[in-house]
């Protein structure tokens, strides 16, 4: 969506709008002043002293609105010089203020770095992703394309045998199926990223649609079925069957949640029995496409859905540390 205008027309600047307040201030003594010499037919002239004092105030008026300027209109015309330049260059050129002024613009200063720090961020984010996206639909697609020509070109001359044909419409049908895996999970990265209407899912739900969902797993509950979690249940319903589906691609029969309450946050240990995760992949698990079983299928997609949702959600997750076989995932969201 283009960004809405600011309807052009002529505004005074805030240097303007102080020198014309004070300015008037200033002047209401003096035509006070004037109006009493001119009624008063004593005399005629001001007095020295009455002119100094004139001359003092104008002085400390013009020092006050030449300090509100450097105050305020020269920190604010330095951050929007600095907004420029940020459009230009990008993440060089996010860096402080040399002067501040006021607390109040150094808070809108602050604010402003860290938005646009955000943004950065989104766009280098949203860059590699799609470096990323564009790679693994291009493999599937490639070996889709050369599969059908080899089929297209065969001949009577010299034809393929049976095994070798079903063997190229096998590659079609599983690169078929893993695009259909990733177009799956980029629906679901899609709805992490814009959350849904706010709802509760109770525990009580989430494991009985796991139990559903997936019956080659012991499923189970500790800690309170009661409780609910600040999630919507279609949410909910996406980031415990990206974990148990994960569990499960590593040979895990048994899935376990853990729950526990305090007045602020609700957090789940969600353990396993599989094969673990290893010490050399722990700091990559949630890197986009990053996947230990590329070969049967998986997209590596599945943990960085669920990191995003419970992000979108106010939540976290995190890889505990365990001692024996399995992983073991922390999340924890507000309640």
Request: net charge neutral.
């Amino acid at each position: 969506m283009p960004a809405p205008k600011v309807r052009t027309k002529w505004r005074p600047t805030l240097a303007l709008i102080v020198y014309v307040v004070l300015l008037a201030v200033m002047a209401l003594p003096i035509l006070i002043l004037v109006w009493f010499r001119a009624v008063e037919v004593s005399s005629n002239r001001m007095a020295p002293a009455e002119i100094g004092a004139l001359a003092f105030v104008a002085v400390l008026t013009l020092g006050i609105a030449y300090v509100l300027t450097r105050t305020i209109t020269g920190p604010i015309d330095a951050l929007i010089a600095r907004t420029d330049e940020i459009a230009r260059g990008g993440k060089r050129a996010i860096r402080q203020l040399e002067s501040h002024g006021t607390r109040e613009i150094a808070v809108l200063s602050q604010s402003f770095l860290d938005l646009a720090g955000k943004l950065v961020d989104r766009t280098e984010y949203v860059r590699s992703f799609a470096a990323h996206v564009s790679h693994e639909l291009k493999s599937p697609l490639t070996a889709i394309r050369g599969a059908a020509e080899l089929l297209r070109d065969d001949d009577a001359e010299k034809a393929m045998t049976k095994a070798q044909r079903l063997h190229f419409l096998d590659n079609i049908v599983a690169d078929a199926a893993r695009l259909d895996a990733l177009l799956q999970r980029l629906r679901e990265l899609a709805q992490a990223e814009i959350p849904v209407a706010d709802g509760r899912s109770s525990i009580t739900d989430i494991l009985s649609s796991l139990r559903g969902q997936f019956p080659a797993l012991d499923i189970s509950g500790k800690g309170g079925p009661d409780i609910s979690v600040a999630l919507p249940r279609e949410a909910a319903g996406i980031i415990f069957a990206n974990l148990a589906e994960n569990a499960l691609q590593h040979g895990a029969t048994l899935l376990e949640l853990s729950v526990s309450a305090d007045a602020r946050t609700t957090v789940i240990l969600v353990r396993d029995d599989g094969g673990g995760i290893s010490e050399a992949n722990r700091q990559r698990i949630f890197q986009p496409f990053f996947s230990t079983r590329r070969e049967q299928g998986g997209t590596g997609m599945g943990l960085g859905i669920v990191r995003a949702m419970l992000s979108a959600h106010g939540g976290t997750i995190r890889l505990l540390q365990t001692s024996g076989a399995g992983a073991e995932f922390e999340i924890t969201i507000p309640v």
